[in-house]
C-alpha cells in the first residue's frame, strides 16, 4: 500500500462519515456532534438540550451503529 492509497482511505473515512452524519436525524446528529467531536460529556448535553440521560443515550447508541459498520468497512479495505 503506498503513501498515496493511504491518504485516499483516510479521505474517504473522512468524507463518508460525514455523509453518514447528515443523514442522521437532526436531534441523533446534534447529540453525536456535542459528544464525540466538542467533547460534552451526556450530563452536559442533557442540562444543555432538556432531554433525559437516557434520550441522550439512545441518540448515541443511534449515531454510533451506522458508523461502527463505516469504519469496519473502511478497517478491511485497509487491510487488504
Keep these: 500500500t503506498t503513501q498515496m492509497e493511504l491518504d485516499r482511505i483516510g479521505e474517504i ?3 463518508d462519515v460525514h455523509l453518514n452524519l447528515d443523514k442522521l436525524p437532526p436531534a441523533t446528529r446534534a447529540v453525536c456532534t456535542l459528544h464525540y467531536l466538542e467533547g460534552f460529556s451526556i ?28 469504519f469496519s468497512l473502511h478497517s478491511i479495505k485497509g487491510n487488504e
Excluded at 48 to 70: F, M, V, W, Y
Aim: charged share 30%.
Design 43 to 70: 450530563r452536559e448535553i442533557s442540562d444543555q438540550l432538556k432531554p433525559s440521560d437516557g434520550a441522550i443515550k439512545c441518540h448515541l447508541t443511534e449515531s454510533r451503529n451506522p458508523l461502527r459498520t463505516l
Design 13 to 15: 473515512c473522512f468524507e
